[in-house]
């Protein structure tokens, strides 16, 4: 019995053995990913035997499947041969001074769009605001409205712009809402699903989550944008799902905090572009190309698409440039900050040249874990200079950027590895003086609601409490 049992352990071995050494090999030949998220793999693979192993067979790399990958590169070179209209639009060109106009290059360069002017801009930055002026432009559409979103709640708001949606579905306008099928999972078993869709709106579920997709793709791999364009010449881009600010699954740390840009003009083009690759891409529907939009005001603006189907580095290459360029002053504000080291190099480096760097973060996070790797960085930025605020008033959720008062950025995308690595996200990048002040303004009533956070009690933390943070911290290139 005893030989037996040897035998049993040994073969146990060699199973993990080999497990491990193949599983090494195939990270090391990826083509994606960077040094520290390999490493952190290949260091989870070693400690933990075979769970290990079987977290990396379901979540690691960005593994989307390949008839979507082939749907959506055929979808989105249609749409680019509408874009190059765009160039030809009268009142459409983006005068934005050096070195910041070296930034939308960059970024047209890997997301293959381009930075237009004449667009029209409002900020909202109130929780009540959003829902009043979406419902406002959802009954004035004449033709179509499309709204994609990680989150639909079937609580007032949900049932707000639900009503909205239907009743424009009713009057004959061509409704159509995508959904994540994680995060929206209770509206699309819920009634107010099924009376929306009994009035006429197409309801469709975003990479429905399968266990016998597992074997295709990643399920944790989320389509994470808020995007909703109505006529194709409104469109809205930011962080506001489709839920109350009170959020009723996660009420303990409410409200949440969001903000969200209003757009009129040539950028409408490429948010209209990014639903209908995604609408085509899950379900295989073709729709219409959007067509160009003239110019309505005097922000230049680009849309910068990222995912796991191509470009899913982009937005990090952009973060960087942003920070690297610039001069008097850079404010940053996400629920989430695990990013990569490279980009945190960059933003280390901004306060380090003397450039005013304010990163707001919320106090109370509702992810345990995120929040202790998040705070593994507090040392490193402090002493870089960097002024770190956590939001006290609820969660702040809003991901937002400000430059030297003219440049910004709003979106979906979180400062952590999967927002920039591996889901579905939209950005808003734009120079505009005037939008960006704005913006700027909202972020400093962030700071009014904030805490500093105590830089002597972090560069001087007792021995259990830094090791229980860097141990999250060791664990940030697999959030």
């Known amino acids: 019995m005893t030989d037996m049992h040897t035998a049993e352990a040994t073969l146990v071995l060699i199973a993990h053995i080999g497990l491990v050494i193949w599983l090494v090999t195939v990270l090391l030949l990826r083509h994606q990913g960077t040094s520290d998220a390999r490493l952190a793999w290949i260091v989870f693979i070693v400690l933990a035997p075979f769970v290990g192993a079987l977290a990396y067979l379901f979540l690691g790399g960005s593994r989307f499947a390949g ?3 082939r749907i959506h590169a055929r979808v989105h070179a249609e749409c680019a041969e509408g874009r190059s209209a765009l160039v030809d639009l009268a009142d459409t060109h983006a005068d934005i001074p050096s070195p910041y106009d070296r930034i939308f290059s960059l970024a047209g360069a890997l997301s293959e769009t381009d930075v237009c002017g004449g667009n029209a801009l ?48 009713e009057r004959g306008v061509v409704v159509r809402l995508m959904v994540d099928s994680v995060g929206s999972r209770s509206f699309l078993s819920s009634s107010l699903r099924e009376n929306m869709e009994s009035r006429g709106v197409h309801v469709v579920e975003m990479l429905p989550a399968r266990l016998l997709r597992l074997a295709l793709a990643r399920l944790d791999i989320r389509n994470h944008r808020k995007i909703a364009v109505i006529d194709g010449t409104v469109g809205w881009v930011g962080s506001r799902n489709m839920a109350s600010p009170a959020f009723a699954p996660k009420a303990k740390y409410a409200p949440w905090v969001d903000c969200m840009a209003r757009v009129m003009g040539p950028a409408v083009f490429d948010l209209e572009a990014l639903f209908i690759e995604d609408w085509r891409v899950n379900t295989d529907q073709q729709l219409t190309h959007p067509l160009p939009t003239p110019a309505r005001g005097d922000a230049c603006c680009q849309v910068v698409g990222t995912g796991p189907n191509f470009n899913n580095e982009a937005l990090t290459h952009v973060l960087q440039a942003c920070f690297y360029a610039a001069r008097d002053d850079l404010v940053l504000t996400t629920p989430y900050y695990v990013p990569d080291a490279a980009t945190e ?8 040249r003397g450039v005013k760097t304010t990163l707001i973060v919320p106090a109370r996070n509702d992810s345990h874990l995120i929040s202790l790797a998040s705070r593994s960085h507090y040392a490193r930025l402090i002493r870089a200079g960097v002024e770190i605020q956590e939001f006290e008033a609820g969660l702040l959720h809003a991901k937002t950027m400000t430059v030297d008062h003219s440049l910004f950025m709003i979106g979906s995308a979180n400062l952590d590895r999967r927002s920039l690595e591996l889901n579905f996200e939209v950005s808003l990048l734009g120079w505009c003086p005037d939008f960006a002040s704005q913006l700027r303004f909202l972020q400093m009533s962030y700071v009014t609601r904030s ?29």
């Open 67 to 69: 008839r979507r990958r």
């Open 451 to 479: 805490r500093p956070v105590d830089t002597s009690r972090w560069l001087n933390q007792r021995a259990p409490s830094r090791l229980v943070h860097n141990l999250a911290g060791l664990l940030s290139p697999l959030l």
């Open 122 to 169: 409002e900020l909202c930055g109130t929780p009540e605001m959003f829902p009043e002026m979406l419902e406002r432009d959802v009954n004035a559409a004449e033709s179509s409205v499309h709204v994609l979103t990680y989150i639909y709640l079937d609580d007032e708001t949900g049932r707000q712009v639900g009503d909205a949606l239907s009743r424009a579905a």
């Open 345 to 352: 190099a960059a933003l280390r480096g901004a306060a380090l």
